[in-house]
């Protein structure tokens, strides 16, 4: 099943302890996105990635990292969370211009 | 930049009837893409419709239809017959086109319920 595959589906954390949410993406697409979705604002752009080794910065990337060495996998790195990462994260993936996202599951991230 | 606009908080449609979520956006672009996403309470987020700006004819999807009004900057989603399984956010979004961006931006959403 063509799908984008995100892990943990939740996770609770504490201030300044570094996390990984990985992301995985079965449908050989170049392009690899991540989004978090907070009330009101609705999903705003983290990371984009064209292919291996070609990431940029998107809307709000302050605090997070990502790195993209095979092109199936495009993990989110937080550093040193704080509170206001707490959010919905959303790992997405497509193959041309035109296309849609397909996204992942998505994680519940609370950082206490 | 890009933004895009959804004016309607919240909305609510009895089972099997019609419901319209309004959608505007600003780009000074000529050519674009624009999206109707859908995220149930299992959030998972559904492509339902897709708009190529260049493209005149409204697209549609089975119940799920767009008024594409280019001028106006606007798009909104038409859901007609509308079932339970409707039920969600529903979120706007838009892309530009060229080599390099990335970038969909998002509206803020309309929550939808529908009544049985």
């Known amino acids: 099943e063509a799908q984008v595959t995100q892990n943990p589906r939740y996770l609770i954390t504490v201030t300044g302890k570094k996390l990984t949410v990985t992301c995985s993406q079965n449908m050989n697409h170049e392009y690899m996105s991540w989004y978090r979705q907070d009330p009101g604002l609705g999903l705003r752009q983290i990371y984009y990635?064209?292919?291996?080794?070609?990431?940029d910065k998107g809307d709000v990337p302050e605090g997070y990292k990502v790195s993209r060495k095979e092109k199936r996998n495009f993990p989110l790195i937080l550093e040193s969370p704080s509170p206001n990462q707490t959010s919905l994260y959303f790992c997405?993936?497509?193959f041309g211009q035109g296309q849609g996202y397909t996204f992942g599951s998505g994680t519940r991230l609370t950082v206490v | 930049a890009q933004t895009v606009t959804q004016s309607q908080p919240e909305m609510s449609v009895q089972e099997a009837e019609t419901v319209t979520l309004s959608c505007t956006y600003d780009?000074?672009?000529?050519?674009?893409?624009l999206f109707w996403y859908k995220q149930p309470p299992s959030r998972q987020m559904i492509l339902v419709i897709r708009?190529?700006?260049?493209?005149?004819q409204n697209a549609t999807e089975n119940r799920f239809s767009v008024n594409f009004q280019k001028a106006a900057k606007s798009f909104s989603l038409k859901i007609s017959d509308s079932q339970l399984g409707d039920a969600a956010m529903y979120f706007c979004?838009?892309?530009?086109?060229?080599?390099?961006?990335?970038?969909?931006?998002f509206g803020p959403g309309t929550r939808l319920s529908v009544l049985p």
């Open positions: 997405a993936s497509r």
């Open positions: 708009q190529e700006a260049y493209k005149q």
């Open positions: 780009t000074s672009e000529s050519d674009y893409y």
């Open positions: 990635s064209m292919n291996v080794e070609v990431t």
């Open positions: 979004a838009y892309r530009m086109v060229d080599n390099y961006g990335q970038n969909f931006v």
